[in-house]
């Protein structure tokens, strides 16, 4: 399984990017996806999650109204859509997937994942 995540940069607070994680190796439609973040001297946490059949997502509070994620099974892609960026947005983005039975599952935790990719970086200046 391979994850590979682009669409990171530098943004203006107040602007916008979008995330882009392309998986291979699996049954895409057979996994929930996640995006999570790790900010310098912080530990990673999470953002976003969006379960096989994309019918269900959750959201950090924080991120709530700002972050949309949602995914193409027929490109085996997960996006994540940020708006009104702020500085405390900056971060490594890195997408996660796990297998799941349930069509609608998702998960928020780091030890539900079971494939990382290697991060895409976000800075927002001020």
């Known amino acids: 399984v391979q994850l590979v995540e682009s669409g990171g940069g530098l943004v203006q607070a107040g602007g916008s990017l979008r995330l882009s994680c392309a998986a291979s190796g699996l049954s895409f439609s057979r996994y929930a996806m996640a995006w999570f973040r790790q900010a310098p001297g912080k530990e990673r946490e999470f953002a976003a999650a969006?379960?096989?059949?994309?019918?269900?997502?959750n959201y950090a509070d924080s991120r709530k109204g700002r972050f949309t994620i949602s995914r193409d099974n027929a490109k085996s892609t997960v996006y994540l859509e940020m708006t009104s960026l702020k500085p405390e947005d900056t971060a490594n983005y890195y997408c996660?997937?796990?297998?799941?039975?349930?069509?609608?599952?998702?998960?928020?935790?780091?030890?539900?994942?079971?494939?990382w990719g290697q991060g895409t970086q976000v800075t927002v200046s001020s």
């Open positions: 996660a997937t796990v297998e799941t039975f349930s069509r609608t599952a998702y998960y928020t935790r780091e030890q539900d994942y079971a494939y």
């Open positions: 969006v379960s096989r059949d994309g019918t269900t997502t």
